[in-house]
């Protein structure tokens, strides 16, 4: 199986063994140790707007409303994109101190050995280090198991040692063999397009990115997810949105995560759900990725125990992507408006309906639901109907002398129940 980003290059299978070379090319660079220890992992903050998170590869770069990750140095970006510490980077990484690179992509994919692949990366570091000390780093992406690499007849646990966490774990002990000490790593980036699994299957491949960045902060670093975008899932572009949506939500849920690149941003680049038009314009799949809160849960209905003083807020979701947020607003005896009661949030997603509330004597309650996430909410639905209670459930509204006063001797002296 070819992975779907080998479609972008045409040389570059060759490419990775004159790296070391290009490497050897700077004074002292094979010798030469990094001048500043291993700076800090890079951790994920949440004053990270949306728009940086979720960014998308693209040919050409963008400030918005899709920003964008290029296969190459540009100042404007957050991260750069680097083959080889050669004298162009190098000039970049002066000029631009404590920046964050990324060397080169995929090797697994070009069946480079893991251990051939360590000693590039210690070149790599020791150059760029010696232009630029504050310079951050983070290896190749790692792509997902697939059958490339893999001689036939192929297996799955072959697919498991050459490509992901199987290759990241073996280049990451042939760097400690060769240096004695763990790999300078800022943040680990894993590729996965969920090729091998069905359609729809998010939970499988979210449990497959779990593993990812589990592996990742066990080493040292949190992850960013280099690539994602189900180039191969073949479903109704109205399906391959909520899917987009429950994705979205769980990436932005996890602080393991730094940042997460959708592939692609253009039509241009292979891509079945690609976001952007060749006149600018958003596609469907575009106007999710840019705004995915747009959803509105329906039948809002409010149920009432009114003898025991209770109520609660039921929905429809139109979603499956988040979780909800629950305003009740009440009523009260005597009251011509209805005045604002309390917020309950809804772990999700999928959740329909709230605890039971307590209310008083004669309250007429209401209530309104919204979908939000980890970077805002979405619109309110209309508000539900309105429930009276009968009685009252909150203890001011409770008489302790109305029980018989045998029975409250009872339960205090014998701690046995009264009937």
Not at 20 to 34: D, I, T
Not at 100 to 127: M, T
Not at 323 to 350: D, H, L, M
Not at 379 to 395: L, Q
Request: proline share 6%.
């Amino acid at each position: 199986m070819h992975h779907p980003k080998l479609l972008r290059f045409n040389t570059v299978q060759a490419a990775m063994i004159p790296a070391a070379l290009l490497c050897l090319a700077v004074s002292g660079c094979a010798e030469q140790q990094p001048t500043t220890p291993a700076l800090a992992p890079v951790a994920r903050s949440v004053n990270v707007p949306f728009n940086k998170f979720f960014v998308a590869w693209s040919e050409t770069y963008s400030a918005g409303p899709v920003q964008t990750q290029q296969f190459t140095l540009d100042s404007r970006q957050n991260r750069q994109y680097a083959d080889y510490a050669d004298e162009t980077t190098l000039s970049f990484a002066r000029a631009n101190p404590g920046r964050l690179y990324i060397h080169r992509d995929e090797p697994d994919q070009y069946c480079v050995a893991p251990a051939d692949y360590a000693i590039f990366y210690h070149d790599f570091v020791v150059g760029l280090r010696g232009a630029d000390p504050t310079a951050r780093v983070s290896p190749a992406g790692f792509a997902e198991p697939n059958d490339r690499c893999c001689p036939p007849p192929v297996d799955e646990p072959c697919r498991q040692r050459v490509h992901s966490i199987g290759y990241a774990e073996q280049f990451y002990n042939a760097y400690i063999k060769n240096y004695g000490v763990a790999p300078p790593v800022n943040e680990w980036r894993f590729h996965d397009f969920g090729i091998s699994f069905a359609a729809g299957d998010v939970s499988g491949w979210w449990s497959r990115v779990d593993r990812e960045a589990a592996w990742s902060v066990a080493h040292g670093a949190n992850m960013v997810l280099g690539t994602w975008g189900f180039t191969n899932w073949v479903e109704p572009e109205s399906t391959f949105q909520e899917h987009m949506k429950q994705v979205i939500g769980l990436i932005s849920n996890d602080t393991r995560i730094n940042e997460a690149v959708y592939w692609a941003r253009d039509a241009q680049i292979y891509a079945r759900h690609y976001l952007i038009n060749g006149d600018g314009s958003l596609t469907s799949a575009g106007e999710t990725f840019v705004n995915p809160l747009t959803d509105v849960p329906t039948d809002v209905t409010a149920i009432a125990d009114s003898a025991a003083g209770v109520a609660k807020l039921q929905w429809s979701n139109t979603t499956y992507a988040w979780a909800a947020e629950v305003e009740f607003w009440v009523q009260a005896s005597g009251s011509n408006s209805f005045i604002y009661k309390n917020t309950e949030r809804v772990a999700g997603p999928g959740a329909v309906q709230t605890a039971s509330n307590v209310f008083n004597i004669g309250d007429n309650v209401k209530g309104r639901v919204r979908y939000y996430n980890a970077y805002g909410q979405a619109a309110w639905s209309p508000f539900s109907n309105g429930v009276s209670m009968k009685s009252g459930g909150d203890a001011a509204n409770k008489k302790p002398w109305k029980t018989p006063l045998v029975c409250f001797l009872s339960k205090r002296i014998q701690s046995k129940p009264c009937n």
